[in-house]
C-alpha cells in the first residue's frame, strides 16, 4: 500500500518481539502501510529505544525472554507519564480553570502501547490494561485488524497532542493581555491573592507599584490610538526589562495603567526599582508633543507595601499604592512616590 503520510511524518512505530521471524513480518507489513520502523527483541531493548528514540507508537509482544511484556509495559507506561507531568509542570499556570480539561487529556494515553499476545485469557487481559496497554491484539496476528488498531491509535494520539497545543494557547490566552502581551487583570488579581497570602504567612513584606503614563489621552489625540498601542507595547517591554526576580509580576492592570507585584520586598526597595522604571521611561526619550510637563513621555509612580495580615486585605494594599499615585499626580507627575500611613 502506498504512504499515506508526508515523508517527515511518517509516524515511528517500535516494533518489539523476541521472535525474529514475527518481528520481520510485522515490520514488514507496517512499512507496506508507510511507518517508519525500529525494532526491538526484549523488553530492556525497548525500554532503551523508547528513550533514545521516542516512537509514537509502541507494539510489544506479551511474552519474551530477559523482560516480559506485561513488565516492559508497566516500566514504560510509568516513562511516558513522567515525562508528561515533566512536561505539564513546565506550563505557566497549573491552577487555571482549565485544568480540568487537562485532568480528562491526561487520562487520554499518549504513546499508545499496543501489546500483542497468544494469551486471550481474562486475567491476561486485564493484567495487559492494568499494566498501561492502550489496547490488545491477538496472535495470531490478523493483518486487518492490526492494520486498523494501529492507525486509529496513532490517529487518536496525533488528535491528543493536537488538543494539548489548543489547550496551552487557551490558557496562555486566558491570562495573558493582547496586546502587551503582559499579565492581565485577572491574572493580576489572582496572583496578588495568592501572594498575600505566602506573605502573610511568612510575616514578609509585599509590595505593588501602579504605574501610570502621563496625558496620554493626549498622546492619542496627537499621534493617533495605533501609535498610542505601540506607546504601550513599548512601555510594558521597558517594564519587564527592569523588574527581573523571580515572583515579581508585571501586569495590565487597565487601559493605560501598568502594575507590578513584589513579593518579599519593602517600601525602600519598591521605590528604588519605581525610580529606576521612570529614569528607564525618560531615557527611552518618546516624543510626546502635546504633554504639558514635557517633552517626551512619562510616567507617574503610586508605590506601597505591606506585611500583610488577615485584619488587611489586598484591597487596601491597592488603595494606598493608589493614593500615592494619585499624589504623584497631583505634585506634578512624572515622579514617584511611596505610600506611608500619615
Ligand atoms: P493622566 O496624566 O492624568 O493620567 O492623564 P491621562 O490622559 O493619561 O489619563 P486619562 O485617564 O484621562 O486617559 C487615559 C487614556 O488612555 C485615555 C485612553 O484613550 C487611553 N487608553 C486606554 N487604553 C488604551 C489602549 O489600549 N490603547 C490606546 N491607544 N489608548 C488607550
Ligand atoms: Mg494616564
Ligand atoms: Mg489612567
Redesign the pocket.
Known amino acids: 500500500m502506498k504512504s499515506n503520510f508526508p515523508e517527515k511524518k511518517r509516524p515511528l512505530i517500535l516494533v518489539t518481539d523476541d521472535d525474529p521471524v514475527m518481528r520481520k513480518m510485522i515490520c514488514h507489513r507496517m512499512k507496506q502501510d508507510g511507518y517508519r520502523i525500529i525494532e526491538a527483541s526484549n523488553g530492556q531493548e525497548c525500554l532503551d529505544a523508547y528513550q533514545l528514540e521516542s516512537p509514537d507508537m509502541i507494539l510489544l509482544d506479551a511474552m519474551m525472554p530477559v523482560m516480559d511484556g506485561f513488565t516492559c509495559c508497566q516500566l514504560l507506561s510509568k516513562m511516558i507519564r513522567s515525562e508528561h507531568s515533566r512536561r505539564k509542570s513546565d506550563s505557566l499556570h497549573d491552577d487555571s480553570p482549565l485544568s480540568q480539561t487537562d485532568q480528562i487529556l491526561a487520562s487520554i494515553e499518549r504513546t499508545p502501547i499496543l501489546m500483542v499476545t497468544g494469551l486471550d485469557d481474562t486475567e491476561s487481559v486485564d493484567y495487559a490494561f492494568e499494566m498501561g496497554a492502550t489496547d490488545f491484539i491477538r496472535k495470531p496476528i490478523h493483518w486487518a485488524v492490526l492494520r486498523q488498531r494501529v492507525r486509529r491509535l496513532i490517529q487518536q494520539s496525533n488528535l491528543y497532542q493536537q488538543l494539548e497545543i489548543a489547550n496551552a494557547e487557551l490558557k496562555r490566552m486566558a491570562i495573558l493581555d493582547g496586546?502587551t502581551q503582559l499579565a492581565n487583570r485577572r491574572y493580576f488579581d489572582e496572583y496578588l491573592d495568592q501572594q498575600w497570602k505566602i506573605m502573610e504567612e511568612k510575616q514578609l513584606p509585599l509590595a505593588l507599584i501602579l504605574c501610570?503614563?502621563?496625558?496620554?489621552?493626549?498622546?492619542?489625540d496627537t499621534y493617533g490610538?495605533?501609535?498610542?498601542?505601540s506607546?504601550?507595547i513599548q512601555v510594558a517591554k521597558a517594564l519587564t526589562d527592569e523588574v527581573k526576580r523571580l515572583g515579581d509580576l508585571v501586569a495590565r492592570y487597565?487601559?493605560?495603567e501598568m502594575a507590578i507585584i513584589l513579593p518579599d520586598t519593602n517600601g525602600e526597595g519598591a521605590f528604588f526599582l519605581a525610580q529606576k522604571i521612570r529614569e528607564r521611561i525618560n531615557s527611552l526619550q518618546v516624543e510626546h508633543s502635546a504633554s504639558p510637563i514635557n517633552q517626551y513621555l512619562t510616567l507617574?509612580l503610586g508605590v506601597a507595601s505591606v506585611i500583610p495580615s488577615p485584619v488587611d486585605s489586598p484591597q487596601n494594599l491597592i488603595k494606598f499604592a493608589d493614593s500615592a499615585l494619585y499624589l504623584a499626580?497631583q505634585n506634578g507627575?512624572n515622579r514617584s512616590i511611596l505610600y506611608t500611613v500619615d
Open positions: 496586546l501610570d503614563i502621563d496625558f496620554f489621552k493626549f498622546y492619542n490610538h495605533q501609535d498610542g498601542d506607546c504601550l487597565g487601559g493605560e507617574s499626580k507627575r
